[in-house]
């Protein structure tokens, strides 16, 4: 096993090598499809374990001689975020598992944030006023994050969490293994980022507007960019459907 771990929490070091052992009771459970997320309490602190699937072979090659593995990159994202000062949850360990000498499979393990998904609290009805300020500080977050040049592949809504102080809306970056740094998006990579997000046109439509003004662009042409790039994700989803199909690939 292959293992880092915050200084923060080296005396916490014999519980954390336990976890990939999983004979932890998960208090609260957030995902648990292609990857496992859990609230656990260990020792005196409340985590989130998030472990990763075994990936197919040729990945399991690639991270055991060529690239960060999944959890890895997690980890050491974390860092780098809080370092450019945007939040996200205290890193706190992580752990690669190898078998028959080849990498198997990754935890990240991060303090617990209470807070909320930021997709869960668009649903909710809210006044004009209240959600007109939450979209600004939502669109003033994440101009933030493309004028420090970081720029997060995976930008949908349930991947942001968010809570309120009573004045202002904050927010943390969660699932960061693939982002980059030192990279300032164009226009048309921003609005890329806006369509992962999900959200229906009507909220696109009071959103760009905001991100346009900022930045000095044509809302409109946003607008356009972000239509382009939903229809060219829809078109590859149907074109792997269909394929996965005819081959039966699940």
């Given at each position: 096993?292959?293992?880092?771990?915050?200084?923060?929490?080296?005396?916490?070091r014999?519980?954390?090598?336990?976890?990939?052992?999983?004979?932890?009771?998960?208090?609260?459970?957030?995902?648990?499809?292609r990857?496992?997320?859990?609230?656990?309490n260990?020792?005196?602190?409340?985590?989130?374990?998030k472990?990763?699937?075994?990936?197919?072979?040729i990945?399991?090659f690639?991270y055991?001689?060529?690239?960060?593995?999944?959890?890895?990159?997690?980890?050491?994202?974390a860092?780098?975020l809080?370092?450019?000062?945007?939040d996200?949850?205290?890193?706190?360990?992580?752990?690669?598992i190898?078998k028959?000498?080849?990498?198997?499979?990754?935890?990240?393990?991060?303090?617990?944030?209470?807070?909320?998904?930021l997709?869960?609290?668009?649903?909710?009805?809210?006044?004009?006023?209240?959600?007109?300020?939450?979209?600004?500080?939502?669109?003033?977050?994440?101009?933030?994050?493309?004028?420090?040049g970081v720029y997060?592949?995976?930008y949908?809504?349930?991947?942001?969490?968010?809570?309120?102080?009573?004045?202002?809306y904050?927010?943390?970056?969660?699932d960061?293994?693939?982002?980059?740094?030192?990279?300032?998006?164009?226009?048309?990579?921003?609005?890329?980022?806006?369509d992962?997000?999900?959200?229906?046109?009507?909220?696109?439509?009071?959103l760009?507007?905001l991100?346009?003004?900022?930045?000095?662009?044509?809302?409109?042409?946003?607008?356009?960019l972000?239509?382009?790039?939903?229809?060219?994700?829809?078109r590859?989803?149907?074109?792997?459907?269909?394929?996965?199909?005819?081959?039966?690939?699940?």
């Open positions: 096993m292959k293992i880092e771990i915050n200084p923060a929490y080296e005396s916490e014999e519980l954390l090598v336990r976890i990939p052992e999983e004979r932890y009771a998960a208090e609260q459970t957030f995902c648990c499809d990857n496992t997320v859990v609230r656990v260990i020792g005196s602190h409340e985590y989130v374990v472990r990763f699937k075994v990936p197919h072979l990945n399991r690639a055991t001689f060529i690239r960060k593995d999944k959890a890895l990159r997690s980890y050491l994202n860092f780098r809080r370092e450019a000062h945007f996200t949850p205290e890193p706190v360990a992580y752990m690669a190898y028959q000498g080849l990498y198997h499979t990754g935890y990240y393990v991060s303090r617990y944030y209470p807070s909320e998904r997709d869960e609290l668009m649903r909710r009805d809210m006044d004009a006023r209240q959600r007109d300020k939450l979209y600004d500080e939502f669109i003033d977050f994440t101009y933030r994050q493309h004028q420090a997060m592949k995976d949908n809504l349930g991947n942001v969490l968010v809570t309120y102080d009573g004045e202002h904050h927010f943390a970056l969660v960061i293994n693939r982002m980059k740094f030192n990279h300032y998006p164009s226009y048309r990579e921003a609005m890329t980022s806006f992962q997000t999900g959200l229906p046109i009507p909220q696109f439509s009071a760009i507007p991100y346009a003004k900022l930045v000095g662009e044509d809302p409109e042409q946003g607008i356009y972000m239509l382009k790039e939903r229809n060219r994700r829809w590859k989803i149907r074109t792997r459907a269909f394929f996965r199909r005819i081959f039966h690939v699940k």
